[in-house]
């Protein structure tokens, strides 16, 4: 739910300073809980009710400023790691490979996995200080990686928007966006984690 509330605040920042448009975003007030309604009234500048369409005073425009900010929950103490530099990406993709054979994900997804965090591994050795940790878990049906770095995002749209042709740099985190099941990613100026998901079925 939290990845669903940062995506849709960046909606914010998407949009900003083109054309007027209107999307409604529906919620169930009656089954969801009152965090996530909460939540979901805080990123959006109007909300619509029974009674009237409004100005809505409880929303916070830092939504999007603050998409990349915080952490994750700590992984499983079950947990493979592999500290790399570029050196180490051939055998990355070995150990990444494998891993994902053991956890009897399909063929097809595990090539996507594998080119997904070669990405984010080749993004920290050009970006992230030279080198960076890789760390693989799994959760019920889905396999999880997690690649940290020294570097520092501070584009919260990163990997949203499809780079144009002429663009060199930004494919790598869009593709992973393309890849994987889900993507997330927290950075700050002590470094930058991104957490992968890739379900299993």
């Known amino acids: 739910m939290t990845e669903c509330y940062r995506h849709e605040a960046l909606l914010n920042a998407a949009f900003d300073g083109g054309g007027s448009w209107r999307l ?3 919620y169930d007030l009656d089954d969801l809980d009152d965090h996530v309604i909460e939540a979901a009234r805080r990123s959006h500048p109007i909300v619509t009710d029974e009674r009237a369409t409004r100005i809505n005073d409880a929303y916070s425009d830092d939504g999007s400023a603050g998409a990349l900010d915080g952490e994750f929950p700590p992984p499983p103490p079950e947990v493979r790691e592999m500290a790399f530099t570029g050196e180490d990406l051939g055998m990355l993709r070995r ?14 997804a595990t090539d996507e996995l ?18 960076g940790l890789l760390a693989l878990w799994r959760e019920q049906s889905a396999l999880l990686c997690e690649v940290r770095d020294a570097g520092h995002i501070a584009d919260p749209l990163i990997g949203r928007e499809r780079p144009m042709p002429e663009e060199h740099s930004g494919r790598g985190i869009w593709l992973v966006h393309q890849l994987c099941d889900l993507v997330q990613i ?4 002590k470094g930058t984690t991104v957490r992968v998901q890739k379900n299993l079925a």
């Open 24 to 26: 409604v975003c529906p």
């Open 95 to 108: 150990l990444l490979s494998q891993w994902a054979a053991e956890e009897r994900l399909a063929s097809d």
């Open 114 to 131: 594998v080119l997904a965090v070669n990405e984010l591994a080749t993004n920290s050795v050009r970006y992230g200080g030279g080198s």
């Open 186 to 189: 927290r950075s700050s100026p």
